[in-house]
């Protein structure tokens, strides 16, 4: 089955500074790679997608790569703000299968 | 449009005991997936439902199971209750038959089993 590593555990950032996710896949099959953002007491929160035939998307401060030679995409979060102060998740998913999560990240933005 | 509800949004079971869990899926939505997460093993899938048929099932024990009814909701239940099965369960519907496609979660159920 598919196997989505999540890097780092914890990132640290300046208000203002720029914060990067990292994910890796195993299953060449996969073709739908989704960000989530949750917050304490609430479920996960759907903020950006991207297919497997397209390479950026972009929706406002917030930007994904794919790179499916790799089998790794990315969150990009720009000018970041306290409200952006959560755990993200990526997720792959191929054909029919669930969604199979990362193992999160502690998104914590210092004033 | 109103969000996935879920209840209760907290429940205490004792070992051995079952449970139901409800799901309310956005209007309109069809598809109805569960998942589990516990802060060892992350979010992970347990079944999805299309049209009251389960169309694809995770890697857990028989003891979880679902359904699906005509209207969409959904119910999700796990019998003779053990310790390990203490975790927020979520509960994420979708618009599409056709995978893949953007779920949207619940708030969850927390289940403590004591």
């Known amino acids: 089955g598919e196997n989505v590593e999540q890097h780092p555990s914890t990132l640290s950032v300046q208000e203002g500074d720029s914060a990067v996710i990292k994910c890796t896949y195993s299953?060449?099959?996969?073709?739908?790679f989704p960000w989530y953002k949750q917050e304490l007491g609430k479920g996960p929160q759907l903020i950006i997608d991207?297919?497997?035939?397209?390479g950026e998307k972009k929706d406002q401060r917030i930007a994904v790569t794919l790179n499916k030679t790799a089998k790794h995409f990315s969150l990009h979060i720009t000018e970041t703000q306290p409200e952006d102060s959560a755990v993200y998740f990526c997720a792959a998913r191929g054909g029919a299968d669930g969604l199979t999560f990362g193992k999160g990240t502690h998104l914590i933005i210092q004033p | 449009k109103a969000g996935v509800t879920q209840t209760p949004r907290y429940l205490i079971k004792t070992r051995g005991q079952q449970v139901t869990l409800s799901c309310s899926p956005i209007s309109g939505h069809r598809s109805v997936s569960w998942y589990q997460q516990t802060p060892g093993q992350g979010l992970q899938f347990l079944f999805e439902y299309f049209s009251e048929t389960q169309r694809n099932k995770g890697n857990f024990p028989g003891r979880f199971s679902g359904r699906q009814f005509s209207n969409s909701r959904s119910e999700m239940n796990v019998s003779t209750l053990e310790l390990g099965d203490s975790a927020l369960y979520l509960c994420a519907s979708s618009n599409s038959g056709q995978g893949p496609y953007e779920q949207y979660f619940g708030p969850g159920t927390r289940l403590t089993v004591t």
């Open positions: 991207i297919r497997s035939n397209v």
């Open positions: 299953d060449s099959a996969s073709n739908y």
